[in-house]
């Protein structure tokens, strides 16, 4: 692999000034993307999904956890596999402190296809706090994409899921797959897929995780 070009600072000034304009533009685009994607229609979610977790059996509604938002991250790991994907492990890894998402009324979630008998001893492995949940009696992974037929065999796909709770009505607001899941991970590129956004806006709304009041 080449290196870059040496050059003088007042030469890469240039370059980084001429960049960072191509830069602006692309924050910008993002940005009015993003207003689009709040301005998508949802749909009701009208199936009883019933999901295995650390506290027994739970339902789509129960892992709002009271919130109006819920990202599900579908964690691909299949019930005959005897550990998760490396992919989705590496994405989990960069998942930030939940204080943050929580304190803007969005819970996350990882749920997988595989019995909660096996995602529990990989969960400890990894280390991992988040809360995750097994599918593996219920269709959801396939309602929502993250599980596809390819010659009547599943094959599984990741993916991130946003979902929108009005009282005991939930809705599916957006999903994401595969490639298209580069980028994102941190608070704030969460937030930017879900219905209401980064509210409250700005860094003054920020805390440290230990100051949050729930």
Do not use: N
Not at 7 to 32: F, G
Not at 180 to 201: F, I, K, M, S
């Amino acid at each position: 692999m080449s290196l870059p070009e040496i050059v003088s600072r007042e030469q890469w000034r240039a370059a980084r000034e001429e960049l960072r304009h191509r830069e602006e533009a692309v924050r910008r685009a993002r940005e009015a993307l993003g207003a689009e994607r709040r301005r998508l229609p949802m749909v009701e979610v009208d199936p009883e999904y019933l999901f295995e977790g650390g506290d027994g059996k739970a339902t789509l509604l129960d892992l709002f956890e009271g919130r109006s938002q819920l990202v599900v991250h579908h964690f691909m790991f299949a019930p005959e596999w005897t550990t998760g994907c490396p992919c989705c492990a590496a994405f989990l890894d960069q998942v930030g402190h939940l204080a943050h998402l929580r304190a803007r009324d969005t819970s996350f979630a990882a749920v997988s296809r595989a019995p909660f008998t096996r995602i529990l001893p990989f969960k400890a492995r990894m280390g991992w706090a988040v809360p995750w949940y097994s599918s593996s009696t219920g269709d959801f992974a396939e309602d929502f994409g993250a599980t596809v037929r390819d010659g009547g065999e599943p094959v599984e796909r990741p993916g991130l899921s946003c979902f929108l709770r009005e009282r005991d009505r939930v809705f599916h607001t957006y999903s994401v797959y595969d490639a298209d899941l580069d980028g994102l991970g941190t608070t704030t590129a969460l937030l930017d897929l879900t219905a209401l956004g980064r509210h409250p806006a700005g860094s003054e709304a920020l805390r440290l995780h230990d100051e949050y009041e729930f």
